[in-house]
């Protein structure tokens, strides 16, 4: 039998967690991804560097552990997009949430960190696209293929190609900065993502 | 009367302008933008720093240089997307072109270092936008107005949020390397961006 823990050691382990994840990601927002080391996130969490090594293998992973718990704290579950039957009315929800999201200072800062050292670095941009990003991606294809089943989408399109109408543009204006993001342009995103923009 | 400069000095300083701009965007391939210095800069393309200060006032005036000079010698002249009078025929061809030039290897490196730094770095990244990407976003404003003259695209879509229909999903894969970019891929943007992918 594998002996439990005693409910006050996971409090403080729990405690100690979160004390590393917010010390990663306040550092990664302050002086980037690479100049983040094990070390220095230690420091500012005030537990030892021998601590961080027990728990993960890696910056990385501390990072990836770290967004994922701050989407939580968020109250974003990695579950369904809502399905009331207005595809619509669904995404032009869950899209405003997102923008929100988006302008949150807490999130800004850490997440601009790591987005900038996966456009140069392949293997991190590769892994956190699959821990974090494709996850999000694959709530929209399921949506999608919803759509699909009750009619409301085209049999015929692709959902993961579909989905990057309306997620892309999103992304792309606050990488890029190209313009505002506002939950007025998300909901005519999806508007022309649906009807399409040619005239019928 | 201003005195133009002899025939082959014009020549010589076009010469040393070019091989600069080949030096800086080679040399932030490698190492980055913020360790691609004026000074390195310099040394790679065998001239005296002087001769860089000369002519531009800061690496990112030279790398912006750097980029219209490769974008000329590609052939892409900032000049309009054709227009043949079918609207999906002439952004396929487009954004095939784009993405055989985002496949280029002589392109890649460069642009993603300068791509990342421009999500952390506000400054440059709004410098790079105003000055590269927004005119080529300007283009696709200008084909899209022509077609709503012509009746292709409803009058009440505004031009400058459709394209990112079609050229976001693009740039995000690109940038995050979210999934792979091929012409089948933008032809399927093209058909989704113009007729929805809801079912009529």
Redesign the interface.
């Known amino acids: 039998m594998v002996k439990k823990p005693a409910p006050d050691v996971t409090r403080r382990s729990e405690k100690s967690r979160r004390a590393i994840h917010e010390a990663a990601l306040a550092l990664v927002g302050e002086v980037?991804y690479r100049r983040s080391t094990i070390e220095a996130i230690a420091a500012r969490a005030g537990v030892g560097k021998q601590t961080i090594y027990r728990w993960w293998s890696s910056k990385a992973d501390v990072l990836l552990e770290a967004f994922l718990d701050l989407g939580e704290q968020a109250g974003q579950k990695p579950c369904e997009i809502p399905d009331t039957g207005d595809?619509a009315a669904d995404l032009r929800a869950v899209l405003r949430a997102t923008v929100d999201e988006l302008l949150d200072p807490r999130f800004e800062a850490p997440s601009?960190?790591l987005?900038?050292?996966?456009?140069?670095d392949?293997q991190l941009?590769?892994e956190f696209?699959t821990k974090l990003?494709?996850p999000r991606?694959q709530l929209y294809v399921r949506r999608?293929r919803s759509a699909q089943e009750a009619?409301?989408?085209?049999p015929d399109?692709?959902p993961?190609?579909?989905l990057?109408?309306f997620?892309?543009?999103l992304?792309?204006?606050w990488?890029?900065?190209?313009?505002p993001i506002t939950h007025e342009?998300t909901d005519?995103?999806v508007d022309?993502?649906?009807?399409?923009?040619?005239?019928?």
């Not at 009619?151 to 085209?154: L, N, S």
């Open positions: 980037g595809l601009r960190a987005a900038a050292e996966g456009v140069v392949e941009g590769r696209v990003l494709e991606l999608l009619g409301a989408v085209r399109v692709d993961r190609i579909a990057e109408l997620v892309s543009p992304a792309q204006r990488l890029q900065r190209t313009a342009y005519t995103l022309y993502a649906l009807h399409g923009i040619a005239e019928r």
